[in-house]
């Protein structure tokens, strides 16, 4: 069985991703891994002795951490009763260590399919909604990521916008959104923001032959003519067609990177309700 995978603090954002991911994971019978990862603190010993000494701390701030852990495991449980979502295929983790190198590690021994995790803020993708663990992850992790902004409340998924290149490494994540599509039946639009209208009938013959490779009723193409900036022209896509997923690939050569410092982080505001999937694009 696939499983998802859902790296927790136990706050507000988190809980919010938390209960997302058990919809999705009850609509598509998927099992759930909840993590929780405490980074000790690197302690030195001074002199003869102490060793001892720092053993006892280390063995008390593990305790401590690991008491808030299953107090908010039972927290968690008993949101999952109240949303009366299945908590039986919920396997929960507490592990030490740095988040990226655990979530590193359950990707290996698991079959994880792609990860939820809860961003905070109601500005868009940058640094400060999204938060520098959720960055870590998405940049170093070759999974896809679901961002959860902490006001997205889980609904039937109808739409999913897809924004792309058409280029040939953007198959496979639109081949991987339509897979969820035919279980969860909502419709994708590959969106494509006419940036220079020389390239316009490129652009629509890559788009006729998307067409005929995946042949689906659910799959649409949308182009859209540049209004101010990109990132104005898909916010107001977005907005307009009740988009409730919206679906982005993380380029090789820093795309997030530049993603992130871009006008995009400013302005692409997903009415701070959208969750945005990351792709990896294909190697």
């Known amino acids: 069985m696939k499983s998802i995978l859902i790296p927790t603090d136990f706050s507000e954002a988190a809980d919010n991703a938390y209960l997302y991911a058990l919809h999705l994971a009850n609509h598509l019978g998927l099992k759930v891994f909840v993590l929780y ?7 030195s010993a001074t002199h003869g002795g102490q060793p001892d000494i720092l053993q006892n701390i280390y063995d008390e701030i593990e305790l401590s951490k690991f008491d808030t852990y299953k107090k908010n495991v039972q927290k968690l449980r008993s949101l999952a009763e109240q949303h009366n979502l299945n908590s039986d295929n919920i396997i929960f983790l507490f592990e030490d260590g740095s988040l990226v190198q655990t979530i590193k590690k359950i990707v290996e ?8 995790m809860g961003t905070t803020g109601a500005t868009g993708i940058s ?3 999204i938060g520098s663990n959720t960055v870590d ?13 902490v006001d997205a409340k889980f609904k039937p998924i109808e739409k999913v916008a897809f924004t792309t290149l058409y280029r040939e ?3 496979k994540a639109i081949d991987e959104i339509m897979q969820i599509g035919d279980k969860l039946k ?9 940036d220079n209208v020389d390239y316009t009938n490129d652009v629509v013959m890559k788009a006729e032959e998307w067409s005929k490779d995946f042949n689906c009723s ?11 900036t990109v990132e104005n022209t898909i916010n107001d896509f977005l907005r307009d067609n009740n988009i409730d997923v919206l679906a982005i690939v993380k380029r090789n050569r820093s795309f997030f ?25 294909e190697k």
Not at 142 to 147: E, F, H, Q, R
Not at 218 to 228: C, D
Not at 257 to 273: A, E, M, P, T
């Open 127 to 129: 640094k400060a909604m």
């Open 137 to 149: 992850v998405i940049k170093n992790v070759n999974k896809p990521v679901l961002a959860i902004p």
């Open 109 to 116: 021994t698991e079959d994880i399919y792609a990860l939820v």
């Open 257 to 281: 990177d530049r993603l992130l410092n871009s006008s995009l982080s400013h302005q692409f505001v997903f009415h701070s309700h959208i969750p945005t999937w990351v792709f990896h694009e």
């Open 218 to 228: 659910q799959l649409q193409f949308t182009f859209l003519e540049k209004n101010g």
């Open 37 to 43: 990862v405490y980074m000790p603190p690197i302690l």
């Open 186 to 194: 909502f419709d994708t639009y590959c969106v494509h923001v006419i």
């Open 169 to 171: 490494k953007d198959k």
